[in-house]
T-cell receptor
Framework: EAGVTQSPTHLIKTRGQQATLRCSPI?????VYWYQQALGLGLQFLLW???????NRGNFPPRFSGRQFPNYSSELNVNALELEDSALYLC?????????????FGPGTRLTVL | GEDVEQSLFLSVREGDSSVINCTYT??????LYWYKQEPGAGLQLLTY?????DMKQDQRLTVLLNKKDKHLSLRIADTQTGDSAIYFC????????????FGTGTKLQVIP
């Protein structure tokens, strides 16, 4: 069974640009989560999509947005990039909100903002 | 809001036991997890414990939960160099779209 995949592996942008990160969940999973892991810090929850809808959102500005497609894959968009947006962005998927909601993580996209 | 705290760093010798501690504030926590992150990789779920349990053992891993003190620990017996990684504890409440809150992570260094 294929795991969670993310693309690209690395992304380099300059301040003010927009970044688009992509995630494909494990087959059969309907929930996709996005986390930001900045250097030296833990995981900060960004967004949760389930069945195509945004279900929960972390404490991030509106320039962080995303969507989930009918095949349950997801995009994270970061507009007006700032230097402090440089981080590893992790995507995770699960079967949804029921039960213990075990999340399976992808390898991440390393975003560098110059 | 919810808060999950861990010490940042732990160093142990190969063959010794490691104990990684975690405290949380959300009294409605239902599931508590331990994840492992190896360098350059995503997180891997190691084990979880339901809040009505005090202990769970899985091979070299033992999870202890003190719900009264909101304290969770992960003990790794016979620690190996391959156990060197960052370990995250996490918690979530049940029902609805309750997000999982992760701790800051503890970097475990195993000295050969």
């Amino acid at each position: 069974e294929a795991g969670v995949t993310q693309s690209p592996t690395h992304l380099i942008k300059t301040r003010g640009q927009q970044a688009t990160l992509r995630c494909s969940p494990i087959s059969g999973h309907t929930s996709v989560y996005w986390y930001q892991q900045a250097l030296g810090l833990g995981l900060q929850f960004l967004l949760w999509y389930d069945e195509g809808e945004e279900r929960n959102r972390g404490n991030f500005p509106p320039r962080f947005s995303g969507r989930q497609f009918p095949n349950y894959s997801s995009e994270l968009n970061v507009n007006a990039l700032e230097l402090e947006d440089s981080a590893l962005y992790l995507c995770a998927s699960s079967r949804g909100r029921e039960g213990r909601n075990e999340q399976f993580f992808g390898p991440g996209t390393r975003l560098t903002v110059l | 809001g919810e808060d999950v705290e861990q010490s940042l760093f732990l160093s142990v010798r190969e063959g010794d036991s490691s104990v990684i501690n975690c405290t949380y504030t959300d009294s409605s926590s239902t599931y508590l997890y331990w994840y492992k992150q190896e360098p350059g990789a995503g997180l891997q779920l190691l084990t979880y414990i339901f809040s009505n349990m005090d202990m769970k053992q899985d091979q070299r891993l033992t999870v202890l939960l003190n719900k009264k003190d909101k304290h969770l620990s992960l003990r790794i017996a016979d620690t190996q160099t391959g156990d060197s990684a960052i370990y995250f504890c996490a918690e979530t409440a049940s029902g609805g779209y309750q997000k999982v809150t992760f701790g800051t992570g503890t970097k475990l260094q195993v000295i050969p």
